[in-house]
């Protein structure tokens, strides 16, 4: 299959009612293994870069590793998406790439570090939108700030110093016509999210819930989200590593999340403990080894069994085959000719 729209896949998922899962990657064994979960689960999947992992991997390697895995996998709708965008410019060249999808961070300035204020954040995504939208491609926007730091990119903190305020959300997804809207709940970026398994105080549930009740066509996004479980913490720690205690999203607020709007997940730190977990183990159990692949196979291995097991909890394991790709060329006329929606339905409050 061609690289799908991400505003098709989430239009689909919301039909649906379930969430989509979207993986960060860096390298080939981590497309493998996503696509090897897909394929296993059945499952629509968005693969995304940070600009980090642009950066690593170099642009066109990692561009024709996705275009390697569309190939592959015929019958898996995959949306290509830039995560947190800094800048216009990043955002072109990821869309000038052929990038289905973008993310325009315009929560934080140009440095991926200092907050920028709303006006600030609605020109730059807006000027994305207009850009994006001309070429089929879908745009994240995100209004409130993330706590934490992932890749360079984040303003650091424990994510409630900018919980997103309903009524600016309601007001930037109007001004900007974004396809899909990251919020700021509490949730932070990397392993340290929550200092013990969080409860209202800290992962703001009920503001996700009022978001969605004021913006009720809108995708909302959860950044953040991993779930840091125990086990792959302890695979870590049991084989020489040195993680402090933990806490990250629970599975079952994501999925009170999905029931209220979310149709975006973004996850990437639980395959990190993953694979590292892997390679760890085979290293301190076989110090003998020195055949790169005897222990990337293993860390593939435990990538694919951890993002099998989040497409079924977010529910988009069985719906690859649910509809047929929509051309990027035709996701752009319906943009242009407004059958495509890009103003939200806005509830009264
Ligand atoms: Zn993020």
């Given at each position: 299959?061609?690289?799908?729209?991400?505003?098709?896949?989430?239009?689909?998922a919301?039909?649906g009612?379930?969430g989509?899962?979207a993986?960060?990657?860096?390298?080939?064994e981590q497309i493998?293994?996503?696509?090897?979960?897909?394929?296993?689960?059945?499952s629509?999947?968005?693969?995304?870069?940070?600009?980090?992992a642009?950066?690593f991997?170099q642009?066109?390697?990692?561009?024709?590793?996705?275009?390697?895995?569309?190939?592959?996998?015929?019958?898996?709708?995959?949306a290509?998406?830039q995560?947190?965008?800094?800048?216009?410019?990043t955002?072109?060249?990821?869309i000038?790439?052929?990038?289905?999808?973008?993310?325009?961070?315009?929560?934080?300035?140009?440095?991926?570090?200092t907050?920028?204020?709303?006006?600030e954040?609605?020109?730059?995504?807006?000027?994305?939108?207009?850009?994006?939208?001309e070429r089929?491609?879908t745009?994240?926007?995100?209004i409130?700030?993330?706590g934490?730091?992932?890749?360079?990119?984040?303003?650091?903190?424990?994510?409630?110093?900018?919980?997103t305020?309903?009524?600016?959300?309601?007001?930037?997804a109007?001004l900007?016509?974004v396809?899909?809207?990251?919020?700021?709940?509490?949730?932070?970026?990397?392993?340290y999210?929550?200092?013990?398994?969080?409860?209202?105080?800290?992962?703001?549930?009920?503001?996700?819930?009022?978001?969605?009740?004021?913006?009720p066509?809108?995708?909302?996004?959860?950044?953040?989200?991993?779930?840091?479980?125990?086990?792959?913490?302890?695979?870590?720690?049991?084989?020489?590593?040195?993680?402090k205690?933990t806490?990250?999203v629970?599975?079952?607020?994501?999925q009170?999340?999905?029931?209220?709007g979310?149709?975006?997940?973004?996850?990437?730190?639980?395959?990190?403990?993953?694979?590292?977990?892997?390679?760890?183990?085979?290293?301190?159990?076989?110090?003998e080894?020195?055949?790169?692949?005897?222990?990337?196979?293993?860390?593939?291995?435990?990538?694919?069994?951890?993002?099998?097991?989040?497409?079924?909890?977010?529910?988009?394991?069985?719906?690859?085959g649910?509809?047929?790709?929509?051309?990027?060329?035709?996701?752009?006329?319906g943009?242009?000719?407004?059958?495509?929606?890009?103003?939200?339905?806005v509830?009264?409050?």
């Amino acid at each position: 299959m061609p690289l799908v729209s991400m505003r098709q896949l989430l239009d689909e998922a919301a039909k649906g009612g379930y969430g989509v899962g979207a993986f960060n990657v860096n390298d080939m064994e981590q497309i493998q293994a996503i696509m090897g979960a897909a394929k296993e689960t059945n499952s629509p999947v968005v693969i995304q870069a940070s600009r980090g992992a642009r950066a690593f991997a170099q642009d066109r390697y990692l561009f024709h590793l996705i275009l390697a895995a569309a190939e592959l996998n015929p019958e898996i709708p995959i949306a290509m998406h830039q995560d947190h965008g800094n800048s216009f410019e990043t955002c072109k060249s990821a869309i000038e790439l052929g990038y289905t999808s973008v993310m325009m961070d315009g929560s934080l300035k140009e440095d991926g570090k200092t907050p920028a204020t709303f006006e600030e954040n609605v020109a730059v995504t807006k000027k994305v939108v207009d850009f994006a939208h001309e070429r089929g491609v879908t745009v994240e926007g995100e209004i409130g700030v993330l706590g934490g730091v992932e890749d360079g990119h984040g303003a650091g903190g424990t994510g409630l110093e900018h919980i997103t305020d309903p009524d600016q959300a309601v007001e930037f997804a109007e001004l900007t016509g974004v396809d899909a809207l990251a919020i700021a709940i509490g949730t932070s970026h990397g392993a340290y999210k929550f200092t013990k398994k969080p409860d209202g105080s800290v992962l703001k549930m009920d503001v996700l819930i009022a978001i969605h009740k004021r913006l009720p066509n809108t995708h909302l996004v959860m950044h953040g989200s991993s779930s840091v479980p125990k086990d792959l913490q302890d695979v870590i720690n049991e084989y020489g590593g040195k993680l402090k205690e933990t806490w990250g999203v629970p599975v079952e607020e994501i999925q009170l999340g999905i029931r209220n709007g979310v149709r975006k997940i973004n996850v990437d730190t639980d395959n990190r403990l993953a694979m590292t977990g892997a390679i760890r183990k085979v290293l301190w159990t076989q110090p003998e080894k020195f055949d790169p692949r005897d222990y990337m196979k293993p860390a593939r291995e435990a990538m694919q069994k951890v993002v099998a097991l989040r497409m079924k909890q977010f529910g988009q394991a069985g719906h690859a085959g649910d509809y047929k790709p929509i051309a990027i060329t035709e996701i752009a006329k319906g943009y242009k000719d407004g059958s495509l929606v890009t103003k939200p339905l806005v509830a009264a409050r």
